[in-house]
């Protein structure tokens, strides 16, 4: 599979199975950064949030982009590709797309909260994102250890 034939597109509710497939096979618990479906069901539903799964040829989903605009200001909640499919530019193409729409949905401002550590900073930080700012031990892993969030952010426009 190569990223020019995966199909980026908007999902919703139906397509939580398959989100929670993806979140489950690539979040490590170990740092306490992926949600449960009640948490991605409770938000789907509510103003400004929007899905886009990333699906191969046959279908299967390989990866998706939680996002949310507020006043302007458009959030990328979460993003995971499954481990099989990494390193093969479909969290490229969702994150391409988070800025597209995130522009087309009238936000001027970008941010994200991360893992400090996680290597999808790497990915961020080609997509113009910078560091802002710091939220000391936010993210709880499986056996009770401590994370710091990094927030980075960039305008709509590169
Ligand atoms: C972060 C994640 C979504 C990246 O998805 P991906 O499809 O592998 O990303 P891409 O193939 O488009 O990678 C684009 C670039 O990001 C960086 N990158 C992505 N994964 C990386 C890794 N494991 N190590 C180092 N750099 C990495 C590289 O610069 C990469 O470009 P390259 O492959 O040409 O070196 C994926 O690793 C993932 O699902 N991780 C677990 C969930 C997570 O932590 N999500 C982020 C917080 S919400």
Known sequence: MSADQVI?????????DAVMRVMIDSFDPA??????????AGLLPLPGVWLVLAR???????GFALSRTVAGE???LLLAVKKSAQRR??????????IRDA?????????????????AIGLYR????????????????ASGQRFDALTLARSTKA
């Open 8 to 16: 980026v597109e908007e999902a919703g509710f139906a397509d939580l």
């Open 31 to 40: 740092f306490g950064e992926a949600w449960t479906a009640p948490q991605c």
């Open 56 to 62: 191969d040829g046959v279908g299967a989903p390989l």
């Open 74 to 76: 458009a959030e990328l």
């Open 89 to 98: 530019g479909v969290g490229d193409r969702l994150m391409q797309r988070f």
């Open 103 to 119: 522009g087309e949905r009238g936000a001027e401002r970008l941010h994200l909260e991360v893992r400090d550590g996680n290597q």
């Open 126 to 141: 080609r997509h113009g994102f910078s560091e802002v700012g710091r939220r000391r031990n936010y993210y709880s892993g």
